[in-house]
């Protein structure tokens, strides 16, 4: 599985952008995938994710209510949609796949591949 993230870029405080990730693969449909970030001098974090067989979507609390997750199987994309951004967001942020579904997809070691990540930058 490859993914090629995108969209990333300079915003500032209050703004909003629109990641995208493309997938390949015949079976899209049935990969749990997931967006992580990785802020300078920090962990890599789990920041939304989509497990198909659960039809739940999940978020990172500190992003809740800002951040939209949404797939597209016939385009084999998957999209986060970032609004009212804050300096804290800025981060590179990582797509991420695992080709069946996982019992804790907020976590790192269930995804078997990753993107190459986009960085986001939020000014204050």
């Known amino acids: 599985v490859q993914l090629q993230a995108s969209g990333g870029g300079l915003v500032q405080a209050g703004g909003s952008l629109r990641l995208s990730c493309a997938a390949s693969?015949?079976?899209?449909?049935?990969?749990?995938m997931g967006w992580f970030r990785q802020a300078p001098g920090k962990e890599r974090e789990f920041v939304a994710a989509d497990v198909w067989t659960s039809f739940n979507l999940y978020y990172a609390d500190s992003v809740k209510g800002r951040f939209t997750f949404s797939r597209d199987n016939a385009k084999n994309t998957v999209s986060l949609e970032m609004n009212s951004l804050k300096p804290e967001d800025t981060a590179v942020y990582y797509c991420?796949?695992?080709?069946?579904?996982?019992?804790?997809?907020?976590?790192?070691?269930?995804?078997?591949?990753w993107g190459q990540g986009t960085q986001v930058t939020v000014s204050s």
């Open positions: 693969g015949r079976t899209f449909s049935r990969y749990t």
């Open positions: 991420a796949a695992s080709r069946s579904p996982v019992a804790r997809p907020t976590r790192i070691d269930e995804y078997d591949y």
